[in-house]
């Protein structure tokens, strides 16, 4: 990845297994210096596998802050290096770095502001308790933007960090993400989607069903405020 428009950001917690292949498998096509890592107050040696990789840039929360948290001190970090557009992916390996440059390729061609995945929405790929929270915040979110969005909750996603500059943001969980697009596409930001593969590992979330549930209505309904 030659172009200075794009980086990568990783929000990263309790990653010291799945970075390290991850990072392996990245490091192969683009430069370290494009990729940030926001190491979200882990207890682990997250940051340790930094000293692999001299040229990522580290950033560390020193308490876990949230996801929405990470993955702002992230932007603000690329930002001011000069980067337009952020592909914004997960530590556990549940989004395949392959798709990196589909990202890219298709907000080169759209001239999208936003790029959104979408993953596979049946029981062979997706436990049904994500299927039901994705399709109700999904179509809730397409009913309040006027935008058909299929995978709300879809994490792998590339933002132009350019037009982000001007919001303020108050959600610092997994509400930030939903918070974004709310805002992006009320703004009439240019939105398209890419499908990828879902992969669900057998790695503990951090979604709480329930709290996570209720942040995300509460979110939903206060957006008619702003």
């Known amino acids: 990845m030659n172009n200075r428009n794009y980086c990568i950001i990783i929000p990263a917690y309790q990653a010291a297994e799945t970075l390290p292949p991850l990072l392996k498998y990245i490091t192969m096509q683009f430069a370290e210096n494009d990729i940030f890592i926001v190491d979200d ?29 990470a993955l702002q001190s992230g932007f603000r970090a690329a930002y001011r290096l000069g980067y337009q557009f952020a592909v914004c992916l997960d530590a556990d390996l549940q989004h395949d770095p392959n ?50 969005i ?15 500059q001007p919001f303020q943001f108050s959600e610092n969980g997994f509400q930030f993400e939903s918070e974004v697009l709310i805002k992006l596409l009320l703004a009439g930001f ?4 890419v499908k990828i593969p879902t992969i669900y590992c057998t790695n503990h979330s951090s979604i709480n069903n329930v709290k996570d549930t209720y942040k995300f209505i509460r979110l939903f309904f206060k957006s008619y405020l702003w």
């Open 190 to 193: 240019k939105y398209t989607e």
């Open 150 to 164: 299929h995978d709300s909750q879809c994490g792998y996603r590339l933002l132009n960090l350019k037009i982000m």
């Open 99 to 148: 798709y990196i440059s589909y990202f890219i390729a298709t907000q080169k061609q759209k001239h999208a502001d936003l790029v959104l995945g979408i993953r596979d929405f049946t029981f062979r790929a997706m436990p049904f308790h994500r299927i039901l929270s994705n399709t109700i915040t999904s179509f809730l979110i397409s009913l309040r933007t006027g935008r058909r």
């Open 41 to 69: 107050g882990s207890t682990d040696q997250t940051s340790d596998i930094m000293n692999h990789y001299p040229k990522i840039h580290l950033i560390k929360h020193s308490v876990n802050r949230g996801k929405g948290a």
